[in-house]
């Protein structure tokens, strides 16, 4: 079965007692299960893998390059600086979505920067939980 990688960045294992006024007050696990289950509808495993750290996203990233079909990834706050990100999702050859549980351009200006939005296929932001599954349609689309 094709996989397609859903990576998460820092705090968002906290999802659910984080600021539940701005994220929700679902948990990480619920948000991938949103995912797992529209992957499943198009004939895809989705495959979940969460980092506090940049380099162990860098590292994920890389290997996808020769196991996964597609990247969505919520880079957390390393959207906004991450820029090794940004190179190791250029160097993906598949499609890439970005997602966002908020609307970063409508929070704190640093947060109107994106350094992944310009390597990816598409954005994702301010749908909250809806956008996983949203996402994981988009991807199917992108890989048909
Ligand atoms: C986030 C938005 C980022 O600005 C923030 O740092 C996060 C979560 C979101 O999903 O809305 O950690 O990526």
Avoid: C
Wanted: no cysteine; charged share 20%.
């Amino acid at each position: 079965m094709k996989q397609i990688l859903l990576i998460s960045g820092p705090n968002l294992n906290l999802l659910g007692e984080r600021e539940p006024e701005i994220y929700g007050e679902s948990t990480l696990d619920d948000y991938v299960q949103r995912a797992e289950s529209a992957a499943a509808e198009h004939g895809y495993e989705l495959i979940h893998r969460q980092y506090n750290d940049e380099g162990s996203i860098v590292e994920e990233i890389q290997l996808a390059r020769s196991t996964y079909s597609g990247v969505i990834i919520n880079p957390g706050a390393l959207t906004h600086y991450g820029w090794s990100i940004h190179d190791a999702l250029a160097a993906f050859e598949g499609p890439v979505i970005e997602l966002h549980l908020s609307n970063p351009n409508a929070r704190e200006p640093w947060r109107h920067t994106s350094v992944v939005a310009p390597v990816a296929t598409g954005s994702i932001i301010g749908l909250g939980g809806y956008g996983y599954e949203l996402a994981v349609h988009a991807m199917a689309d992108a890989l048909k």
